[in-house]
Nanobody
Framework: QVQLVESGGGLVQAGGSLRLSCAAS????????MGWYRQAPGKQRELVAT???????NYADSVKGRFTISRDNDKNTVYLQMSNLKPEDTAVYYC????????????WGQGTLVTVSS
């Protein structure tokens, strides 16, 4: 079992920046994908960005050029640097670890709220 703990959410004005962090309780070495998803009020959870163990990345079109995902396997941590934030970025952001090897599993953090004021 792996626990994921997010931090870094908060209230920011439009155009501002925030960095989210997600620390895993166990090693993230191996074949897996770590990423961020978000859920706005009344909407379904959606992908924001993911990064594979090889460093490959995938971004939602709505955040391309504004958000950057990175990971530090030595610290078992994934980050999401968010810049030029917009009110429509307001959501609860969830960290995800999709493990393939060693051991398979899909793990989620508890979520961290990001609120962007206009």
């Amino acid at each position: 079992q792996v626990q994921l703990v997010e931090s870094g959410g908060g209230l920011v004005q439009a155009g501002g920046s925030l960095r989210l962090s997600c620390a895993a309780s166990r090693s993230t070495v191996g074949k897996n994908t770590m990423g961020w998803y978000r859920q706005a009020p009344g909407k379904q959870r959606e992908l924001v960005a993911t990064m594979g163990d090889s460093g490959s990345t995938n971004y939602a079109d709505s955040v391309k050029g504004r958000f950057t995902i990175s990971r530090d396997n030595d610290k078992n941590t994934v980050y999401l640097q968010m810049s030029n934030l917009k009110p429509e970025d307001t959501a609860v952001y969830y960290c995800n670890l999709h493990k393939i090897w060693p051991g398979r599993g899909d793990y989620w953090g508890q979520g961290t709220l990001v609120t962007v004021s206009s």
